[in-house]
DNA sequence: GCAAGGTC
């Protein structure tokens, strides 16, 4: 008996192969794809890792041409299946082996999308070998156990689960392609930039949009605060009245007038208290995500980072969900390794503690551990971003297995001419694991040593007028966080979808801010395609998967559904198509331009050449004829400035995450685009 | 050339 071995990865298929044969697997090599081989039972297994899903939607070619099809047509067709095309070399791979074995074991991820991706491996076998046998191995981690207990008591696929998938891969691109289409014929935008929709990435725009109106209409509210020094023993402190925030400036004034001048105070009471600061929990892709944004790290970048750390096996698989280490980690041995590194000592540190026992947050999943180090550890120097990266992961996981910090907060009160202020002191009197993760420790404030009846100098007691200010922008880091709890995206493809909105041009800068085409079409889409700029469209796609899977809905009845509102919500559009083209329009006009041409005055415009290049052109065209190169890739934002040396427009470049500012004409020692850039943030 | 989801 020959049997073939599917898993979702070849990291997964090595595993398994290694777990099941006790390490004794052969790895043949066909072209660059790696299969394992081993007997057992007098059975010979081929093991076979994919890369995700081998197969793609599509719709057929005849509806490929944009403008040649009514985008309304793409609602009602069935999409066809195809190979994806970085899936060849493995397909080809999968089909060969198929002629050879007598049945198959899908070992795919035991999840929704594990699910199909072995159903779609068994229609590219069953293509080749129609009577293959099929079983299934259903683990939730790659461990001994696991694993041996899955192939020892073999089940079924369970073909409801894998067209819950199906079902939202149907929605997916009715709804995308449909919208896409519309919106970027609507406003012109059809080639290389065209505009998108998704039921993803437009409510994460609307996210970043709406934020951003709320902190354009925010009204600035007046208030005042009364502050002042307070000394005693040469140590100065902080005071502020005790009202903390007057509303009325009469009120204010009349305690300032008191106070004003004042050069003594009496302490009246003296409160201390011993906060207990609990460790972080260990990390899963959302918080690791959000603390290399807060480093300065673009999620995309950091996630890159973590890809390359992983695939070179210093640390663990970064896409998880899960925030609690399995029994089966060897936490002691990769203390002992990181010792190595130039974290040793610190890893030393908490080797050393009489216990180790791990915190854990509330998310348990079982289908990988949260990110931590692996056992080989890291002793190369990278490059900057990497070791950072690193010593992140390094760091948060020696403070999960750390003890409790403890803050003092010391809580003065006191006394100035019958009016009562207030003084605060803070101190980290136990470092505990804010030693090993010293990101954003709190700052000690000192107080000097104070009891009641005190007397302590006091001067500049001064009224200060102040304003509210507007929420903040939310960074990318909050933006992930944001999707995670709105149920917005996978841990896998949130970075992706920011990536996305940066590429189409609706996102600038860091953090985010919306451009003009972003809130155009997020505001076009809010009046006539509401469904989709809502996380409700998938929540509750969510819900009717679930039903599909437990078998409690037909497929057919919610594509069907889902169709019907798509339809009603496109006729919408279509009656309004001039006025939401001709808004977007203006919003990319007015995105495109790039500040006055340094030889004839008139404005520049970001243009497409013929052949679909971008470059900077004179508006006065033909009348001048002056242009200059623009980088092909990244967004581009105008600085609405001449460059300082030139006069020539200056730019503002976004790739990769690395935001760059130049002059755009060639040759400038402020940058040009065909050298380097010289100012970096 | 459209989406979102796997994985690299």
């Avoid at 402190?237 to 300032?256: G, Y």
């Amino acid at each position: 008996m020959d049997s073939l071995v599917i898993c979702e990865k070849n990291d997964a298929a090595k595993r398994i192969s290694n777990i099941i044969s006790k390490n004794m697997a052969k790895t043949t090599k066909y072209g660059k794809v790696p299969v394992y081989t081993f007997q057992k039972g007098g059975d010979h297994f081929h093991v076979l890792g994919l890369r995700g899903h081998i197969l793609e939607l599509d719709y057929p070619p005849a509806y490929s041409q944009w403008f040649r099809v009514s985008p309304s047509e793409l609602i009602w067709v069935d999409p066809i299946k195809k190979t994806s095309k970085s899936a060849t070399g493995i397909v080809k791979v999968l089909k060969d082996l198929a002629q050879i074995c007598d049945n198959v074991i899908i070992a795919t991820d035991f999840d929704r999308e594990g699910e199909l991706i072995g159903t779609e491996s068994l229609e590219v076998v069953h293509a080749i070998n129609p009577d293959l046998p099929v079983k299934r191995a259903k683990f939730s981690a790659l461990t001994d156990t696991e694993v041996n207990g899955a192939f020892e008591n073999l089940t079924q696929m369970d073909y409801n689960l894998s067209k819950a998938a199906h079902s939202r891969q149907l929605v997916d691109l009715a709804w995308g392609a449909t919208l896409t289409r519309f919106i970027s014929i609507a406003s012109g935008k059809v080639g290389k930039d065209f505009l998108s929709v998704g039921r993803v990435q437009s409510p994460t725009l609307a996210l970043i949009v709406d934020r951003e109106k709320e902190i354009k209409a925010f009204v600035p509210k007046p208030y005042w605060t009364i502050t002042g020094m307070a000394s005693k023993d040469k140590l100065d402190f902080k005071i502020s009245h005790a009202n903390d925030r007057f509303w009325e400036e009469a009120e204010a004034k009349k305690a300032h007038k008191i106070v004003d001048g004042a050069s003594k105070g009496t302490v009246t009471s003296v409160e201390v208290k011993t906060k207990t600061d609990k460790p972080p929990v260990p990390y899963n892709t959302t918080s690791f995500l959000k603390d290399a944004a807060r480093l300065g790290i673009s999620v995309a970048q950091a996630m890159r980072i973590a890809e390359d750390l992983y695939t070179n096996g210093w640390i663990s698989y970064p896409r998880t969900d899960n925030t609690v280490y399995p029994k089966s980690l060897d936490i002691k041995k990769i203390l002992q390794n990181l010792s190595k590194t130039d974290m040793g000592d610190l890893a030393k540190e908490v080797l050393a503690q009489d216990k180790l026992v791990p915190t854990r947050g509330k998310k348990e999943t079982t289908d990988h551990p949260p990110i931590h180090p692996s056992e080989e550890p890291l002793t190369e120097r990278l490059e900057r971003n990497h070791m950072a990266v690193y010593e992140l992961v390094v760091r948060r996981f020696l403070a999960t297995l750390a003890p409790n910090a403890q803050t003092q907060t010391t809580k003065v009160k006191l006394d100035v001419k019958g009016e009562k202020f207030n003084g605060t002191g803070q101190k980290l009197v136990v470092a505990g694991w804010r030693k090993y993760f010293h990101y954003y420790n709190p700052k000690d404030i000192e107080l000097p040593e104070l009891a009641q009846s005190d007397e302590v100098d006091v001067k500049d007691v001064d009224l200060t007028r102040k304003e509210t200010e507007p929420p903040r922008r939310l960074g990318q880091g909050a933006l992930i966080q944001k999707m995670d709890e709105l149920g917005l995206g996978t841990k896998s493809t949130r970075h992706e979808i920011i990536q996305k909105l940066y590429n189409r041009g609706y996102l600038e800068s860091s953090p985010p801010k919306p451009t003009l085409s972003g809130t155009a079409v997020t505001e076009a889409l809010e009046e006539f395609a509401q469904t989709i700029t809502e996380p409700e469209m998938t929540s509750t796609l969510e819900k009717d998967m679930d039903l599909i899977a437990d078998g409690k809905q037909e497929l057919e009845v919610l594509v069907k559904e889902s169709q019907q509102m798509l339809e009603g919500i496109y006729k919408a559009l279509d009656k309004n198509k001039a006025q939401i083209g001709g808004r977007i329009k203006e919003a990319l006009r007015e995105q495109n331009r790039l500040g006055k041409c340094e030889t004839c005055g008139k404005e520049m415009v970001i243009r497409r050449s013929r052949k679909g290049k971008r470059f900077a052109g004179c508006g006065g065209f033909p009348r001048c004829r002056n242009t200059h190169p623009l980088p092909q890739r990244g967004v581009i934002k105008s600085l609405m400035e001449e460059c300082a040396e030139c006069k020539a427009p200056t730019i503002e470049i976004t790739m990769r995450g690395k935001t760059t500012q130049m002059c755009i004409r060639m040759g400038c020692p402020l940058g040009g685009t065909g050298g380097k850039a010289k100012k970096e943030d």
